[in-house]
């Protein structure tokens, strides 16, 4: 293993579990250490951090509850603290709490928020007051281009946080990059259902699931590629655009 005071190092956010696991296991394929932010899954980092180092990577668990902005700065101090290397911000923890406009009260609106749209926004401003230069990939999803969906306050909160990337990859230049990643189908919750994933995947014009590797790929992209900032990569196998409207060839009247 390289010396840590010679390697680049990311944070990633929610890293100990589920696709912030793949996340930092790509950018450890890349040669980052990683700063392994978890909030409650403390187990779950250990064994994550095990796996980090077993691919030549350092890797420090580090705990932090983001819906307390007053920790974030010190969550980026203790970060910087081990890796003075740190150029890479992945901002993938979120919170995801069902129910529509008419269901959902302010409380879940502002804990939706607090999590998926200010603690990013803090980090990246913490991020860019620290580093010289660096990237951020916000992770955000595919659903931010479809106005009905079942998780109202989610889907508000990742809309704005697409809307927060385009303005931070502007305020933030030219030192640092800001660029988000949005995800379609690609690791449901547990308790879906395989009809349910039949039907889902049946809405999608490639006909199925994505893969953690494809997001994994476009990851690579945004943090590689140094020509590009403020886009938003959807990788959904084309669910995203595949919204049928009515078209006037079909109007009845209009044949
Ligand atoms: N899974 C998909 O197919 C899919 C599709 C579209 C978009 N996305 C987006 O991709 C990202 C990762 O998805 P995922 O399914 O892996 O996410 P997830 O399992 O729903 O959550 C990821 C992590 O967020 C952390 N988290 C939640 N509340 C927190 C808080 N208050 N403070 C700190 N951390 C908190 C949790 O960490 P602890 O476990 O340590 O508490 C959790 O492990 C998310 O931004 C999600 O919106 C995923």
Not at 143 to 151: I, L, N, P, T
């Given at each position: 293993m390289t010396d840590t005071a010679d390697r680049p190092a990311a944070l990633v956010t929610g890293a100990a579990t589920r696709l912030g696991r793949e996340f930092a296991l790509a950018l450890a394929d890349m040669g980052y250490d990683i700063a392994l932010h978890y909030n409650s899954s403390a187990t779950e980092a250990e064994t994550t951090a095990a796996e980090l180092r077993t691919r030549g990577s350092d890797a420090e668990p580090l705990q932090c509850d983001l819906s307390r902005h007053q920790d974030l700065p010190g969550l980026m101090e203790r970060a910087l603290a081990r890796f003075p290397r740190l150029g890479v911000l992945v901002n993938s923890a979120s919170r995801y709490v069902a129910g529509n406009l008419a269901s959902t009260r302010p409380e879940t609106v502002y804990a939706q928020l607090a999590v998926n749209l200010v603690a990013p926004m803090e980090l990246m401003r913490v991020f860019a007051a620290s580093v010289d230069a660096g990237c951020v990939v916000n992770i955000i999803d595919?659903?931010?281009?479809?106005?009905?969906?079942?998780?109202a306050a989610y889907l508000l909160s990742k809309k704005s946080l697409a809307e927060a990337t385009r303005m931070a990859a502007l305020e933030y230049a030219p030192r640092i990059r800001v660029n988000g990643l949005s995800p379609g189908v690609v690791m449901p919750m547990s308790s879906r259902t395989a009809d349910y994933l039949r039907w889902r995947l049946d809405g999608i014009p490639l006909k199925r699931q994505g893969k953690p590797e494809h997001l994994c790929h476009a990851l690579r992209y945004l943090v590689e590629?140094?020509?590009?900032?403020g886009q938003i990569l959807t990788v959904d196998g084309g669910e995203g655009m595949f919204q049928v409207g009515r078209h006037s060839e079909n109007y009845p009247a209009a044949r």
């Open positions: 595919n659903k931010v281009a479809y106005a009905q969906y079942d998780y590629n140094d020509f590009v900032t």
